[in-house]
C-alpha cells in the first residue's frame, strides 16, 4: 500500500492509498475524483482575472483583466503551488486608464511563504526577475490549494470532515487549524461543485472566498472541471474555462533563501522639511507632519504590523506628540489596510466623504481568524470628509488635503499639499521610477491628470513625496515624464 505525506496548513497525516473513510458522500466522491491517486496537478485556461481590493469606486466590483493564459501547478502532497498568467486590463469606455498592456505574473506558495517572481518594482521590465517576499499571499495562496475539487477532499480527510446531505448531495465542513472553516458542496454525481472558506483581510475582516465548479470532464482518468469562477469579498476574481489538464507532473518548489529570511523593513525617516518626515522602508510609505501639540499622519498602508512600526517610529522622532489626525489618499486596500490600527489609537480619518460609508460597513464585519486591536477595544471611528478641500492648521503650519478630481484610478482620491514648504503628497497617481529608467512611450493618464488638478488649483510645487518609488522628486521629473505640451492641451 503505497503511503504519502499530507500537510494541510502545519498540519502532516500519514495516509494510505485505501483509506478507511468516516463519511460515504466523502468516500465516494473521492474515489470518484481519483484522489487517492493524484499527488500534483496543472491545469491550465484562459478567461478572466480580477484584481482584488482595487475597485476604482467604493461600490464598484474589482476591475477586470483579460487572461489569454492562466496556468497552475499545485502539490498537494506539500501543500505548494505555482500560478503563471498572462492578463490585460479590460478597457473601460468611461473611466481613463492607461493604455492595457500585457502583463505576465509569476506567483507561489510554499507552506508558510509565499512569493512572486518578477523584475524589481520601477525598473525596466526586461530586468532579470528577482524572488519578492508576498506574506501577506500567504492565506489567499494556501486556500487556493484546498480549494480545488480534489485538493478540498484531501483537506477533508485529513481533517476528519462532517456531511451533512443537502438536495441529494452533502455539505462537507471541516476546519483548519481551528480557524479556517471550509464547507464543500458535492452533488448527486458525486462531483465537489462548491467550495466556500474564509481568509483574513485587514479592511474587510473574514472573507468569504467561494469557488464553484462546473462542467466536469475527463482528463486522462481522473474528473476535473472545465468551468471554474471564484469571489472574494463578494465580487468575482476570477472566471476561468480550463483546457488542459495534466496529472502528476514534477512539481518541486524551493523556497528562496532570501524568502525564507525575509522580515518586513523598518521604517526609515527622512525629514523633507522643518518637522515633516518622509517614512520610507518597503514598497508603501507614508509622511509624518509635526504640528503644534500634535501630528498629522499622512497614510496608513498594508495592515496593522505597519502601522504600529510607522507609530513607533513617530513616537521616536517627534515624541510626547500624539497622532491626531490619519489623512487617507484613497480605499485601495494597499493603502487603507493599517487604517483600523489608528482608529484604536484615537486618531481620526480624513478621507474623501464617500469613503466614510464603505470603511464603517466593512470595519463592522467579524474578525475571528485574526482579530486586531480594534476588534478588542471596538472603539468607534471618528472622521472629518470632505468632498473637494479640506484644510488642518495649528495657528502655524497649514495642511491642506485636495480632491484629485476626475482620475481614472480612483472615484474617491486625494492628494496632501504643503503650501509654505511646497511640498506634494500623493500615491499612485504618480510613481517616479529609478533614475536610470526612461520614461514610457504613452504618458500615464493618471499622472497627467495630476498635474492639470495641480495646475487648475494653482498649486506652487516643488518636491513631491509619492508614496510608492525610489524617493522624493522634484515637479519637472513629473512634467518630463508625462511630456509638458500634452498635459497643457
Not at 489567499?140 to 485538493?151: K, N
Not at 502528476?248 to 525575509?262: C, G
Not at 499639499?417 to 536610470?436: S, V
Request: net charge neutral; proline share 8%.
Amino acid at each position: 500500500m503505497r503511503q504519502f505525506m499530507l500537510p494541510v496548513v502545519g498540519l502532516t497525516i500519514v495516509l494510505g492509498g485505501c483509506v478507511s473513510l468516516p463519511h460515504q458522500p466523502l468516500q465516494t466522491a473521492s474515489d470518484a475524483l481519483a484522489v487517492a491517486k493524484l499527488h500534483t496537478i496543472e491545469f491550465s485556461g484562459t478567461g478572466r482575472w480580477f484584481q482584488f481590493g482595487q475597485a476604482p469606486n467604493p461600490g464598484l466590483p474589482w476591475p477586470q483583466f483579460e487572461l489569454s493564459r492562466y496556468t497552475a501547478d499545485v502539490n498537494y502532497d506539500n501543500a505548494s503551488a505555482r500560478v503563471q498568467m498572462t492578463r490585460k486590463q479590460t478597457v473601460e469606455p468611461k473611466r481613463l486608464r492607461p493604455i492595457p498592456i500585457e502583463q505576465k505574473q509569476d506567483q507561489y506558495v510554499s507552506g508558510n511563504y509565499a512569493w512572486n517572481l518578477a523584475p524589481p518594482p520601477n525598473t525596466s521590465p526586461t530586468t532579470e526577475a528577482v524572488a519578492t517576499a508576498q506574506p501577506l499571499a500567504v492565506e489567499e495562496r494556501i486556500a487556493e490549494i484546498w480549494a480545488t475539487p480534489q485538493g478540498f477532499l484531501k483537506a477533508a480527510i485529513a481533517h476528519q470532515a462532517t456531511s451533512q446531505a443537502l438536495n441529494e448531495g452533502a455539505n462537507v465542513t471541516f476546519t483548519v487549524d481551528g480557524k479556517y472553516r471550509y464547507i464543500g458542496f458535492i452533488n448527486a454525481n458525486h462531483q465537489v461543485e462548491r467550495i466556500q472558506t474564509w481568509i483574513d483581510n485587514p479592511i474587510l475582516g473574514d472573507t468569504l472566498v467561494e469557488t464553484t465548479f462546473s462542467d466536469y470532464q475527463d482528463f486522462g482518468g481522473v474528473p476535473f472541471p472545465r468551468h471554474i469562477e471564484r469571489t472574494q469579498g463578494g465580487f468575482p476574481v476570477l472566471d476561468l474555462k480550463v483546457t488542459e489538464v495534466k496529472l502528476n507532473p514534477p512539481l518541486a518548489l524551493s523556497v528562496p533563501t532570501d524568502i525564507k529570511n525575509f522580515k518586513a523593513p523598518p521604517v526609515k525617516s527622512t525629514e523633507l522639511a522643518k518637522g515633516v518626515f518622509y517614512l520610507t522602508g518597503g514598497t508603501h510609505h507614508s509622511v509624518a507632519i509635526e504640528q503644534h501639540d500634535h501630528v498629522v499622519l499622512v497614510e496608513a498602508p498594508l495592515n496593522e504590523e505597519r502601522s504600529l512600526a510607522v507609530i513607533a517610529k513617530v513616537k521616536e522622532i517627534i515624541p510626547n506628540k500624539t497622532i491626531r489626525y490619519l489623512l487617507n489618499t484613497h480605499a485601495h486596500f494597499d493603502h487603507s489596510g493599517g487604517l483600523r490600527t489608528f482608529v484604536d489609537a484615537g486618531a481620526t480619518i480624513v478621507t474623501q466623504q464617500q469613503n466614510q460609508p464603505y470603511y464603517e460597513q466593512s470595519w463592522s464585519a467579524e474578525r475571528t481568524i485574526k482579530p486586531d486591536r480594534l476588534a478588542s477595544s471596538n472603539k468607534p471611528a471618528n472622521f472629518k470628509t470632505f468632498l473637494d478641500k479640506h484644510v488642518l492648521s495649528d495657528g502655524k503650519r497649514t495642511i491642506e488635503i485636495h480632491s484629485i478630481a476626475g482620475n481614472g484610478h480612483n472615484d474617491a482620491f486625494a492628494l496632501v499639499y504643503l503650501p509654505a514648504e511646497k511640498i506634494l503628497i500623493e500615491a499612485d497617481a504618480y510613481t517616479p521610477t529609478a533614475a536610470n529608467v526612461p520614461p514610457p512611450s504613452s504618458p500615464n493618464p493618471y499622472s497627467i491628470n495630476l498635474y492639470e488638478n495641480i495646475q487648475k488649483r494653482g498649486l506652487d510645487v516643488d518636491k513631491i513625496a509619492a508614496l510608492h518609488g525610489p524617493g522624493v522628486v522634484k515637479l519637472d521629473d513629473l512634467r518630463r515624464v508625462i511630456g509638458l505640451s500634452r498635459a497643457l492641451n
